[in-house]
C-alpha cells in the first residue's frame, strides 16, 4: 500500500508543480504587456513632443525608435510566451486528471488490530 501512497503523492505533486508553472507563465505575460503598454505610452509623449510621427523621417526621435524595437520584442516574447502557456496548460489538465483517475487508497487496519479482531469471538467485535 505505500507504493500506491507514493504514486498517488506524486502525481499530486506533479499536478501541482504543472499549475505552479502555468500560473507562472500568465504572470509574466500580464507584466510583459504591463511593460509594452507603458512603452507604447512612452513612444506617443516622446512623439508628441518632438512633433514627429513617421519612424523613417531623419528627425524620428532615438528614444521612440529603441523604445519601438523593445516593445516589439515583448510583443514577440509574449507570444511565445503564450505558445509555452498552452502546453504547460494542457500539461497541467493531463496531470490533474491522471491524479484524479489514481483511486484514493483504502484505510488500512494495522496487522495487530486485525489479528486481535480474529481472536475476539464474534460476540465481542461488535
Do not use: C, W
Not at 506533479?14 to 499549475?19: I, N, Q, S
Not at 507603458?38 to 513632443?49: G, T, V, Y
Not at 529603441?66 to 505558445?83: F, K, P, T, V
Not at 484505510?107 to 480474529?118: E, F, I, T, Y
Amino acid at each position: 500500500m505505500k507504493a500506491r501512497e507514493t504514486a498517488m503523492r506524486l502525481k499530486r505533486f506533479e499536478a501541482d508543480e504543472k499549475a505552479r508553472k502555468a500560473a507562472d507563465l500568465e504572470h509574466m505575460i500580464r507584466e510583459f504587456e504591463t511593460i509594452a503598454s507603458d512603452l507604447d505610452r512612452q513612444i506617443q509623449a516622446e512623439e508628441d513632443r518632438s512633433g514627429v510621427r513617421d519612424p523613417s523621417h531623419f528627425a524620428y526621435s532615438t528614444f521612440a525608435k529603441s523604445a519601438s524595437q523593445r516593445r516589439d520584442n515583448l510583443r514577440a516574447s509574449i507570444a511565445g510566451l503564450r505558445e509555452k502557456l498552452e502546453a504547460a496548460l494542457r500539461e497541467r489538465d493531463e496531470a490533474a486528471d491522471q491524479a484524479v483517475q489514481t483511486p484514493p487508497t483504502p484505510l488500512r487496519v494495522s496487522g495487530r488490530m486485525q489479528r486481535r479482531a480474529d481472536r475476539l469471538p464474534t460476540s465481542a467485535v461488535r
